[in-house]
């Protein structure tokens, strides 16, 4: 039976502030939480007993059975499941340096909307991106909405927050540092590589000058036709899916990485 100060310490979750002090996070329905168990450590699961009696295999320090009405006092959600997890916020010491040598990795400069950023670790988990270095203003990965919007992907992809400045300015010279811009080249006629770093901008701003001097190859997604008019840029998941899909295109027509 969960007590009061269960459900309290529960909602405060939906805050920054709690998930950090706390080093946790909620995760919500059969699928997101199917995806995470075993895979990050779990301190507690409240379920209708239906729902336990239906996946007697998920790993947790604490299981308890919770009526619906419990679990709507206790959902983040607008439209509770019939599971809630707690799981613990892992640790990372990965660098983005490190990380790029051998890999394709992402960077997000201040990237703002909850839902983008979650949408985002999705689309690097479909192109086998395993790391997404994130400015420490862009939003927080394990806000519910966040989370939710991964559909189990952060369970597989590792987010970093980094003074991301800071950070490529210690990347080898001889890694790529790929940016999105208007007046960038055009992706499609550009070379490409299976390793370095891709930064995306802030939604309204794009990349910031700071870490935009540590970019040495500018990309642009054109629009069709060329010169029509047209909205005036793409939504930043959009233009991430396109930017990712286009490398792993790259590689997949040459063996080497290099097109």
């Known amino acids: 039976m969960l007590s009061k100060n269960d459900i309290k310490n529960i909602k405060s979750l939906e805050h920054k502030k709690f998930r950090e002090e706390k080093g946790l996070f909620v995760a919500e329905g059969h699928k997101l939480v199917g995806d995470l168990s075993g895979k990050l450590e779990c301190v507690l699961i409240a ?67 909850p839902g983008n950023l979650g949408t985002i670790v999705r689309i690097a988990d479909w192109f086998g991106i395993k790391d997404i270095f994130c400015s420490k203003g862009t939003a927080d990965i394990y806000n519910p909405k966040a989370v939710q919007a991964t559909m189990g992907a952060i369970a597989r992809v590792k987010v970093h927050y980094t003074d991301l400045s800071e950070s490529l300015s210690k990347v080898d010279s001889g890694i790529p540092v790929y940016g999105t811009y208007l007046e960038g080249e055009n992706i499609y006629n550009a070379r490409l590589s299976d390793r370095g770093i891709i930064i995306m901008g802030n939604e309204g701003n794009g990349i910031s000058r700071e870490v935009g001097k540590n970019v040495t190859r500018k990309l642009h997604i ?38």
Not at 85 to 106: E, Q
Not at 232 to 259: K, Q
């Open 47 to 113: 379920a209708t007993q239906e729902w336990l009696t239906a996946n007697r295999h998920f790993p947790s320090e604490r299981i308890e059975a919770v009526t619906p009405d419990e679990l709507h006092r206790i959902s983040l959600l607008r439209t509770p499941q019939d599971v809630l997890a707690v799981f613990r916020i892992p640790v990372s010491d990965t660098t983005v340096a490190a990380a790029a040598t051998n890999n394709l990795v992402l960077a997000l400069d201040d990237i703002q909307d």
């Open 222 to 259: 054109p629009n069709w036709p060329t010169g029509a008019a047209t909205s005036e840029s793409l939504n930043v998941a959009i233009a991430t899916a396109i930017t990712c899909s286009e490398f792993r295109r790259r590689v997949s027509v040459n063996n080497n990485g290099i097109h």
